[in-house]
Nanobody
Framework: QVQLVESGGGLVQPGGSLRLSCAASGSIFSIDDMAWYRQAPGKQRELVAA???????TYANSVKGRFTISRDNAKNTVYLEMNSLKPEDTAVYFCNAVGLRTTAWAIRKFDYWGQGTQVTVSS
């Protein structure tokens, strides 16, 4: 199995900054894509940012220029640096990782989610 553990959420004032981390552990063979999603109350989960193993990134239009996704492949960790936060960024943020894991008999694909971390932007 593979586990994803997020940290770094909290309460911040508009215009402030937060840094989220997500560490993957377990029977990992390799991780391809890592991403951050968010889900606000009453809304669907949406992609915030994604990064490939080679470092190519994708951002939602709503966060371009304010958020930066990065990863440390040696630590199987992905980060989300969030600046100039707005009240509309308030949501539960989820980490997602896709890759290959080892089992007793084979190498299998995996697609796992973290438990989520709350980010609240409010004065």
């Amino acid at each position: 199995q593979v586990q994803l553990v997020e940290s770094g959420g909290g309460l911040v004032q508009p215009g402030g900054s937060l840094r989220l981390s997500c560490a993957a552990s377990g029977s990992i063979f390799s991780i391809d894509d890592m991403a951050w999603y968010r889900q606000a109350p009453g809304k669907q989960r949406e992609l915030v940012a994604a990064i490939t193993s080679g470092g190519s990134t994708t951002y939602a239009n709503s966060v371009k220029g304010r958020f930066t996704i990065s990863r440390d492949n040696a630590k199987n960790t992905v980060y989300l640096e969030m600046n100039s936060l707005k009240p509309e960024d308030t949501a539960v943020y989820f980490c997602n990782a896709v890759g290959l894991r080892t089992t007793a008999w084979a190498i299998r694909k995996f697609d796992y989610w973290g438990q989520g971390t709350q980010v609240t932007v409010s004065s």
